[in-house]
Nanobody, 126 residues
Framework: QVQLVESGGGLVQPGGSLRLSCEVS????????IGWFRQAPGKEREALSC????????LYADSVKGRFTTSRDAVKKMVYLQMNSLKPEDSAVYYC???????????????????WGQGTRVTVSS
């Protein structure tokens, strides 16, 4: 079974940047789309992005478009989330998740994802 492990979370000042990593075990990146989600305390889980080998470009939620970028490295078996211009409201636990196939409009629905990482916490504060 495909496993996902996030890393890279931590404390960052407002306006700063952080890159999260999601290690995807074999054969994950060949068959699965990888989504990034976040969940802040007391809030519902929010979809951020989706990337797969079957899509020409990643998909992004409007809330992070232009600030967050996701990318994949098939050789290293990694998916990344580069986060720039961070705000306090970006503080949350960030998760990567896998769904079979390609990214599509339903990729912003967490119920379509079969596998999840354990999460990594991001705190944006001065």
């Amino acid at each position: 079974q495909v496993q996902l492990v996030e890393s890279g979370g931590g404390l960052v000042q407002p306006g700063g940047s952080l890159r999260l990593s999601c290690e995807v075990s074999e054969p994950g990146l060949d068959y699965y789309a990888i989504g990034w989600f976040r969940q802040a305390p007391g809030k519902e889980r929010e979809a951020l992005s989706c990337i797969s080998k079957f899509n020409t470009e990643p998909l992004y939620a409007d809330s992070v478009k232009g600030r967050f970028t996701t990318s994949r490295d098939a050789v290293k078996k990694m998916v990344y989330l580069q986060m720039n211009s961070l705000k306090p409201e970006d503080s949350a636990v960030y998760y990567c998740a896998a769904e079979a196939g390609q990214c599509y409009s339903g990729s912003f629905d967490e119920t379509n994802y079969d596998l999840w990482g354990q999460g990594t916490r991001v705190t944006v504060s001065s």
